[in-house]
């Protein structure tokens, strides 16, 4: 059995030789500082029986009551090469740079930054999976027929595909899955999944009626929880399988096989040979290097060091729309990038538990001049959705938004907002507040300081405090701060995600305190409502209320990222997010054109 070669930090040999090349036309920018890895073994492989085509056509039994029915999205039809006519190459070896090195292999719990899952990802499989757009289709069932729903829409019903093996040889069940959406939701031990936690909103309960066969009993029928299940946070392990075990070694059953993990620097992994899905993956060999500023990342990317990067940063994209328009590399905007970007106040103590300090934060906020430091001409209205041209149509227009919501005045409606931001916090503070406000290390320090500055003249002043990656999650998890600027990535697009894991009483990463029964009651209303003009009508009453009333989110502007990859990188498709879609960070129907 192969042991992962753990040493310590040292640079790659093409980082040293490139930055210097590219540095004096590249700003810098800074990552997340990694965690290391403890030294983790290798696991045997076992033979697998072939894949068919899979795919989410589940209806009602003839025998389910009536009332509103979860209705999955059309299958996707696997591995189509990316030019008609032209058949995927099996070989080669894929390199990928990212900006963080992974703490730990387990994917349910990794929840700072989106590069942990392009190391992880690759090692494991989920119930559902999301390759491109909005399709999802059920990843480890018998056929297209492989699962269904019943009872109303409450229960779900799969048929596991036998022979799919772990790693280390263990044949996948059913009793593995059910373990899994146990763990992932706080059932095992207590640790509810950051990213795909939202799911406990909605799970009952999970059991293996047979060897192959899973039964999964939710709340109420919905169309969102195909979706959350399909993100990479929510793969599967082997029954039994410990966060202890997890800090040791992987446990997936995923396309590539982990050979060698260099703390700090990055991993090599090889193609799974008795993978379950037939002819995949393609590629042979996965390289993903960890650069933790931008800038060797761009130039990593610039020297084809690397297939594909996520790069938006003003400084560089001249460079990119020239090499693109000369037919080098492709590229496609993610809309609404990661966002939505946010005040988040500690409503759990003073002084953010009295609405009036949230009023006069909220309307001191000039939106129009901090979106340009943060994004430039990128710059969007996002409340909490993001854009009109976001899935699902949830964003506002910026006519409905500028100079009609408070706090988002312009001109002569933003002075008068200041104005009437300090009054309200004089009658409140009379000698104005003195409060600490924490940034997370990285580009929201940028976006503290512009807001520092703005809340300044109202008699707000705030002291930031900088902290790195493992200390923030620690202080969110705790709920201990006052205030700061954050985004929690959503990875579904559904505002069932944005509302579920973010403002429900006690949801899965509800960090600001909030508790509002209105709230609760409209959420569930919105989770069941199938109809979709209704279900954005209950989401704009959800809106009004955090966002306006009680002021508990005051949002800010958002931007696009742009997506940018090699030619040479064939079947390259954006799924439902570009920070865990299953499809993107696991890679296996990608191939290499040369």
Not at 120 to 140: A, H, P, S, T, W
Not at 429 to 442: K, M, S, T, V
Not at 458 to 474: C, D, F, K, M
């Amino acid at each position: 059995m192969k042991r992962f070669v753990m040493r310590g930090k040292r640079p790659s040999l093409w980082i040293a030789l490139v930055v210097p090349l590219l540095v004096f036309a590249l700003a810098c920018g800074a990552a997340d500082e990694p965690t290391a890895t403890p030294t983790a073994k290798a696991a045997a492989t076992a033979t697998a029986t072939a894949v068919s085509p899979t795919g989410p056509a589940a209806t009602p039994t003839p025998t389910s009551p009536a009332g509103p029915v979860a209705i999955p999205t059309a299958t996707l039809k696997p591995s189509a090469p990316s030019v008609p006519g032209e058949e995927a190459i099996s070989g080669g070896t894929m390199q990928w740079v990212e900006g963080c090195y992974p703490p730990s292999f387990d994917i349910q719990l990794l929840a700072v930054t989106q590069c942990y899952y392009y190391f992880n990802g690759k090692l494991y499989n989920n119930l559902f999976v999301n390759y491109e757009g909005d399709k999802v289709e059920c990843e480890i069932c018998t056929d297209e027929d492989g699962w269904r729903l019943e009872n109303g829409g409450k229960t779900m019903l799969f048929n596991i595909k036998p022979g799919i093996k772990f790693h280390n040889g263990a044949e996948v069940t059913a009793a593995d899955i059910a373990y899994s959406l146990d763990m992932l939701t706080g059932q095992v031990d207590g640790l509810v999944s950051p990213r795909a936690g939202v799911f406990k909103e909605y799970y009952v309960s999970s059991k293996a009626t047979s060897r192959y066969e899973l039964e999964l009993n939710i709340i109420r029928p919905t169309v969102f929880v195909p979706k959350i299940l399909s993100i990479a946070s929510s793969a599967f392990y082997q029954e039994g399988t410990t966060r202890e075990d997890l800090n040791i070694a992987p446990h997936g059953s995923g396309p590539y096989i982990l050979k060698e993990a260099i703390t700090g620097s990055g991993w090599k992994m090889e193609r799974n040979p008795d993978y379950f899905k037939e002819g995949l993956p393609y590629i042979d060999k996965v390289e993903v290097t960890t650069a933790l500023d931008v800038t060797t990342r761009v130039a990593a990317f610039l020297t084809h060091k690397t297939e594909w990067i996520n790069a938006s940063q003003e400084q560089y994209l001249s460079t990119l729309r020239k090499m693109a328009a000369d037919g080098k590399i492709s590229n496609l905007p993610e809309s609404g990038g990661c966002g939505p970007y946010g005040i988040y106040l500690n409503q759990t103590r003073e002084p953010f538990n009295n609405i009036q300090v949230r009023k006069a934060l909220n309307l001191a906020v000039d939106r129009e001049a901090v979106g340009l430091i943060q994004w430039g001409a990128r710059a969007q209205v996002a409340l909490l959705a993001y854009t009109p041209t976001h899935p699902g149509g949830y964003g506002h227009d910026p006519s409905e938004v500028w100079d009609v919501i408070p706090g988002w005045g312009r001109g002569a409606k933003k002075a008068q907002e200041v104005e009437e931001a300090k009054q309200i916090l004089a009658a409140e503070y009379p000698n104005g507040l003195d409060i600490e406000q924490i940034a997370r290390a990285g580009g929201i320090v940028t976006y503290s300081e512009a807001l520092q500055a703005q809340w300044a003249p109202i008699g707000l002043r705030t002291t930031i405090r900088p902290v790195q990656s493992a200390e923030h999650q620690q202080i969110m998890t705790n709920i201990d701060y006052n205030v700061q600027v954050y985004v929690f990535c959503q990875l579904t697009r559904d505002p069932d995600e944005v509302v579920g894991q973010l403002w429900v009483t006690g949801a899965s990463r509800n960090r600001t305190g909030h508790s509002n029964p209105e709230i609760d009651t409209l959420f569930v209303d919105m989770s069941s409502e199938t109809d979709p003009v209704k279900r954005k009508q209950i989401f704009r009453k959800i809106e009004n209320i955090l966002a306006v009333e009680t002021v508990a989110f005051p949002s800010l502007m958002n931007g696009d990222n742009e997506i940018w990859w090699w030619d040479r990188l064939q079947n390259f498709k954006i799924p439902l997010s570009t920070h865990s879609g299953t499809g993107i960070v696991r890679g296996d129907r990608f191939w290499l054109k040369d």
